[in-house]
């Protein structure tokens, strides 16, 4: 039968009364059945909190003014700006050094600004500069000619760079080599000093008339301690050095060295030249005053010679130029007419005690 006191309870249901009846828990609710072989999964991890900056937790409103005399507090830069701050949360984690490629590091310090190098001077350029072959032979490194030729061939190094162009323009100041082949081509250069006897010409041969240079011969060599034995490819490029013509006798240099036919003939030589010269006729009042400080030729006034009057028929010149046929022209403007003519010395170099017609080598020891 239904209690009336208890609504909602079915009337037939004989323990709904000892079902609501007020007992304990601990006697009444019912133990929750266990489940064996199954694990308990471990609760989520919590998401990292993101980091932080002094800028979040500090206080806002105005800062506090320092007390008077105490020096203020140094002022945090803003975390904007650091270079710490610039980078990634993870980074910030695991320290530096950690940064990604995607992320550059700010250079904390500017290196400064390199000068400009100074371009390097044209060489190539036929605007500026000296020619090479011209500076070469300033230096007496060798002649003009000879210069071209090493040009040509490679052997010639400007700052360390190969020239082989004929007509380069360099800087005058720029360094100069050359190779070994230009030094062992030089090596093979020689000098000769020839007594050359009436007849024979000094440059190129006349109608009639014989070059000296046929008169180096191994047969006509006077041979000196030290010389080299001779051979005939000394005779290619052997050349006269100064002018001596057909009617006169004495000392004659033949050479394949640039260097030494520049010392003798070139615009800026300062080898002299004497000679014993024979003569006829009288002499004009005050020639001899002429001869020494008073003359042109072709136009041009000749360079002071010291000339001096060793007897009648004798004098003594000491020229520093070689004209053709100067000293004979010469005599003829105050009158007199060469009968003879010698030549004795050429810079240092004195023709001695060596036979007419006969030659040798100049010595290393020697220099004009």
Known sequence: MSDPSRPGDPPDDPWARWRKADVPAAVDAPEKPKTLGVKKRAPAEA???PARSYRDSAPSGPKPRPAAGKPAPRSRPPAGDSPWAQRSPAARR?????????????????????????????????AEGVRLSKVMSERGLCSRREADLWIERGWVFVDGEQISELGTR???????????EATKAQAKQVTILLHKPVGYVSGQP??????????????????????PEFKPWMLRGLAPAGRLDVDSTGLLVLTSDGRVAKRLIGEDSEADKEYLVRVSGEMIPDGLELLRRGLELDGKPLKPAWIKQLNEDQLHFILKEGKKRQIRRMC????LRVTGLKRVRIGRIR???LPMGQWRFLREDEAF
Not at 170 to 180: E, Q
Not at 332 to 335: M, P, Q, S, Y
């Open 351 to 353: 023709l001695g005690d």
């Open 94 to 126: 695991e320290g530096p050094g950690t940064e990604t490629r995607s992320e550059p590091r700010q250079p904390l310090r500017e290196r400064p600004a390199e000068a400009p190098r100074p371009a390097p001077p044209a060489r190539t350029n036929p």
């Open 47 to 49: 998401a990292p909190k």
């Open 206 to 227: 006349e109608p009639g008339s014989t070059p000296a240079v046929t008169l180096i011969t191994p047969e006509a060599q006077v041979k000196q301690r030290g010389d």
């Open 170 to 180: 360099i800087d005058p100041n720029a360094g100069i080599t050359v190779s070994p």
């Open 332 to 335: 003829e403007l105050v009158g």
